[in-house]
């Protein structure tokens, strides 16, 4: 039955504008517009930044340019005006600073670029380490356009950015082309270097050899000295044998000398007697002497023959000292102080050059003992034969015994101690030559060690001359194969360096390669969904406040205030079908992106649908205050509901807002059918929409029977004023005049008693409540001013505070209102018979307790 008089009324509604062609022209207009709206906005918002070169800014070069050693001759401001020049992406215009000034302060520019006259010379002191920051000189003009100042900024940062590539690429270039030269030098320098380095490795190479071949020979050397020290020490040991004999001969020689004195003496005293025997004697003692002298002067003669060998081989021993000594000199030299066999070396040829020292003297000393020998030799040769003179001439003239003994007897008795002395002599020399023999023993024995020595300090030397060589092979090696070493092929890469290209990509090392996951081609498009909403609400808007809201009961019988309500809201809901059709339809075909067109439209038609429902609820409901509240809402929709900007750039009271208000979720599902579905969002969106339109249904149902009263106390006023359409508000039955009728049963006086003091004090206090409410309001809206202008970055949400105070004051005053209307009603109860109120209280109980239809209501009132 309920929707069976609500499509009566439907129906109804629509013959009547079949029946009246004029209402179905309006009926056209209210239809199209909104959409109009959708649409020019967004064909007007299509691409406005894609044709920014009308927005003109002025540059002004002022720019005297300058040079450095880096970059040479540079003018960066002309460099910015030849790339300006070629850029179309906004209107530059090139002039003077004055003439710049005037077009920005006049609106013929939006802003003027001034490059300094040392902009150059400051970007230049890098150079020379002063870092002086250059600046841009940016004028822009805020009050001609909201939007231009963000274009122009673009612009300024434009040029910056062009400032800034353009003298990272000229210091770029420099640079990699000295580094590019520097590349080819050093690899001119390494190469070189290899060269230079496997030359020397080579000479260390020979000299290493050659070092090897002296040490081989000093080791033979060293093995012939060996050799000559054992000779040496063999001629040595040979030396003082033959002393000892010669000492053992001059003892027999001295005792012999004894002997012929002691027989001279026997020959003087006997002479005449014994001179045959004597003259016999003599001849014995002279060939006796004769041997023992020759004797003697053969072992001298020996002793001088082994004495001259150990001279030779004493004097080759210091030659190869000497030649062993140059050649570790020579090794020496090859070696750096830094090798840990330096000073090994250096150590040894000290120690050669003190033995050497001393077999120079060694040497010395066995010439000596060599002179002396020969001369003891010729000495007692020169004695033997003047003793063998002697004995002659005694012999010879043995038959003169007188004269001849007197004289030939002294003579040969002093030759004989002439002998005797020499003997003496020779063996105090023999046994002085003989400790010499013994010193020049023990010399050989330290010289011998000091060969072992050397040779085994050659020998360590040869094994890390070895080593050495091993190292230097594989430094060889390494050097040549130096040319494939990371260092040669980096040196390599500098010298093949493009100064060009690395320039530009210094200019702009970084590219964002941009992946758009749900792409939407144009801005227009982007802007679609928050237009379209604000098309449907405006859509929705107009037919209420349009179109007649309270429903007569013309054909239709038993029509309550219910089937009323939905009966009226079909009617809108067709049009709005209407509307959301036609400019959804007309953005697909204004080229509108769309990920799914059935979905879009269809999307527009519920989202319409969802809109009619809140705000002809809040019409229905509220009346004139619900149509106000309609209007609030989408005031606080436009910049809360993250249409144009995300909310997170909004002021904290619109984010607050942002998850209660119907665009927010109109929105989101619109952009899921433009640029693409995400899993479930589409539908989260379109569940919280379906959730608005069930409160707002239950809203307008449950609150268009409660509040009846509230909207026909405004209608009535408003009526008053002569100046605004009102409608004749059905009202139903009010728990509150129930009760009031059940008092005034009771307790008639009491009821009237009461209802007099409520009502006189109401009028006495009603002007003043109202005063008091101004006041109250007013002052809160200073203060919120006051706060305002102390928290300007609180703005948005102090406005919003101030609304919230507005609605308030306005909420108090109807309830003041409404107060006044219920103390009205009351005295007129208490006006009324007993069976009036009888009469009254059951129709009021009906009307509460069942759906009371227009006519009946109409009756009451």
Known sequence: MTMNNALKVYVRDLRRFARVPQAIVILVGIIIIPSLYAW????????????????????????AGDSSALTGDLNVGDQVVAQLKANDQLGWQFMEKEAAMHAVKSGDSYAAIVIPKHFTSDLLSMTTGDFTRPELEYYVNEKANAI???????????VQTQINSTFVSTVSETLITALEKAGVEIDGHIATAQDKSLNGLGKVMTQIAAAKKTISDIGVTLSAGESALDDVRSSLQEAQNAIDSTQSVIGEVEALVTDVQT????????????????????????????????????GMEQAGAVISTAVGDAAAVVDANGRVLAELQDVLATLSPGDPQFQEITDAIAELQARNAED??????????NADVANTNSAMRASAQA?????????QTAGAVGSAVQESIPQLNQALSTLSAATSGVSASLGSQKALLSEADRLVDNLAETFKQAGTSITALGKNLDGFQQQIVALRADVGALQSAELWKQAEALSNLDPKKIADFMTSPVTVKEKIVFPVATYGSAMAPLFTNLSLWIAAFVLVVLLKLEVDTEGVEGLTVRQAYLGRWMLIATINFFQALLVSV????????????IAYVCTSIFVGFVYTAIIYALAVSFGYVGKGIAVLLVIMQIPGASGIYPIQMMPSFFQALYPFFPFTYGIDAMRETIGGFYHGDYWRSFTVLVFFAILAFAFGLFFRQRLGNFARLFNSKLTMTGLFPSENVQVLGSHRRVTQLVQALTNREKFRERTVKKAQWFEERHLTLLRVLVLIWTGMTVVLVIAAWMLPEARATILGLWGLVCLAAIGLVVVLEYLKQNVSFAKKVGDLSTPELKKKLAFEEDATHSDATLDELRERV
């Open 586 to 597: 007309g953005n697909v075909v204004i080229g509108v992106q769309m990920a799914s067109a």
């Open 148 to 158: 231009a100042p963000k274009i122009t900024e673009v612009g300024a940062t434009t």
């Open 387 to 395: 003793m063998n003179a002697a004995l002659d001439n005694t012999v």
């Open 263 to 298: 027989g001279l003496v026997s020959f003087t005293g006997s002479m005449t007697s014994a001179a045959t025997t004597g003259s016999a004697q003599l001849a014995q003692i002279s060939t006796k002497l004769n041997q023992r002298v020759a004797a003697a002067t053969a």
């Open 360 to 369: 120079q003297q060694l040497l010395s000393n066995l010439e000596t003992i």
């Open 40 to 63: 020019l906005n967004i064909v007007a918002f299509w691409n406005p930044y894609g044709d920014t070169k009308a927005v003109n800014v002025a540059v002004v070069n002022l720019d």
